[in-house]
Nanobody, 123 residues
């Protein structure tokens, strides 16, 4: 079992930065697949980034602006978001999957989810 508790997020003006955190508890962390997803009102959940065994993947919308990372000692997943734009406004969710290989962008194959945190970017 993996429990995920998110923190961070908030409101920022366009061009600003935010950092999201996702603290994991349970027996697994360093070797599992973890990802960030987001969902804006009226839209489907969208994959943003994933990390597994040090390898990272990003959605095109996140490349060059967002950085996913993890601290295996603290069992915490992070996402640093820079150059934020209004279209980045959404509820952001961290997720964990015990599947191999890492499901990357397939939300249905992540079994554990954080509670979500709101990111609002104003123009």
């Amino acid at each position: 079992q993996v429990q995920l508790v998110q923190s961070g997020g908030g409101s920022v003006q366009a061009g600003g930065s935010l950092r999201l955190s996702c603290a994991a508890s349970g027996s697994y962390f360093s070797g599992i697949c973890m990802g960030w997803f987001r969902q804006a009102p009226g839209k489907e959940r969208e994959w943003v980034a994933a990390i597994a065994r040090g390898f990272t993947r990003y959605a095109d919308s996140a490349k060059g602006r967002f950085t996913i990372s993890q601290d295996n000692v603290k069992k915490t997943l992070y996402m640093e978001m820079n150059s934020l734009q209004p279209e980045d406004s959404a509820s952001y969710y961290c997720a964990a999957s015990l599947r191999y290989p890492c499901p990357i962008d397939k939300a249905a194959e992540y079994s554990y989810w954080g509670q979500g945190t709101q990111v609002t970017v104003s123009s």
